[in-house]
């Protein structure tokens, strides 16, 4: 069955240090593919996406995500985290009709 | 910069009332969508809606559950008969039809409480 794996449930990184965000998906050759964040108490919001062309894509907030079809990946990353990043990471892919399928979420924890 | 919203922000109620969530999508969206996230767990997919019709549903999206697009721009949920384990976090999403419709634009979601 497809699905999106995101293998790690927390990450703590210090402020201002470098952030990968790790995202593997089981289905399609060419996937499409995204990354939301979800701040405390608030909705999904779009961070960035894939459709094709650069594998190399840039999102809001000074974030960037790395397709790698050779790894089924598509990592989430952020030269220098600010405490304001500190929410959770969903990466998530379609399925047929539209619907997305979610991976578990990546809790950041950023400390001072 | 256009938005989904959903009202209300959070939801109480008894264990076999009915409830009615509701959303408006972006203006110009045509696809329309309901997630819920239950705490601790994934979001999981309920239903699409497109063309006054439902064009996708999950497992989750039984008899207990509808959606209506009631007038232009409101799209709802209603869960006849709450049960105890529909309480979650409840988010409606949008997208264009033409271009890239994946692209879904949520709201801030509507918590449910089923007590």
């Known amino acids: 069955a497809q699905s999106v794996t995101q293998p790690d449930i927390h990450i703590t990184v210090s402020e201002g240090a470098s952030l990968e965000l790790r995202c593997n998906y089981s289905?399609?050759?060419?996937?499409?593919l995204f990354w939301y964040v979800q701040s405390p108490g608030q909705g999904l919001q779009l961070l960035l996406k894939?459709?094709?062309?650069d594998t190399l894509v840039q999102g809001i907030k000074g974030f960037e995500a790395e397709f790698k079809r050779s790894q089924s990946s598509f990592n989430l990353r952020k030269p220098s985290v600010h405490w304001s990043d500190a929410a959770e990471y969903f990466c998530?892919?379609?399925?047929?009709?539209?619907?997305?399928?979610w991976g578990a979420g990546t809790k950041l924890i950023i400390k001072p | 910069e256009p938005e989904v919203t959903q009202t209300p922000s959070h939801q109480v109620t008894q264990m076999g009332q009915e409830v009615i969530l509701r959303c408006v999508p972006i203006?110009?969206?045509?696809?329309f969508y309901w997630y819920r996230q239950i705490l601790g767990q994934k979001v999981e997919f309920l239903v699409s809606?497109?063309?006054?019709?439902?064009?996708?549903k999950s497992e989750i999206f039984d008899d207990q559950f509808s959606v209506e697009r009631p007038d232009g721009s409101n799209f709802t949920l209603k869960i006849r008969s709450t049960k105890l384990e529909d309480s979650a976090m409840y988010f409606c999403?949008?997208?264009?039809?033409?271009?890239?419709?994946?692209?879904?634009?949520f709201g801030p979601g509507t918590r449910l409480t089923v007590t």
């Open positions: 998530a892919q379609p399925h047929s009709n539209y619907q997305l399928i």
């Open positions: 289905y399609g050759a060419t996937p499409y």
């Open positions: 894939y459709f094709s062309g």
């Open positions: 203006s110009n969206h045509l696809y």
């Open positions: 809606f497109y063309n006054n019709e439902i064009s996708e």
């Open positions: 999403a949008s997208s264009r039809t033409s271009g890239r419709p994946y692209e879904q634009y």
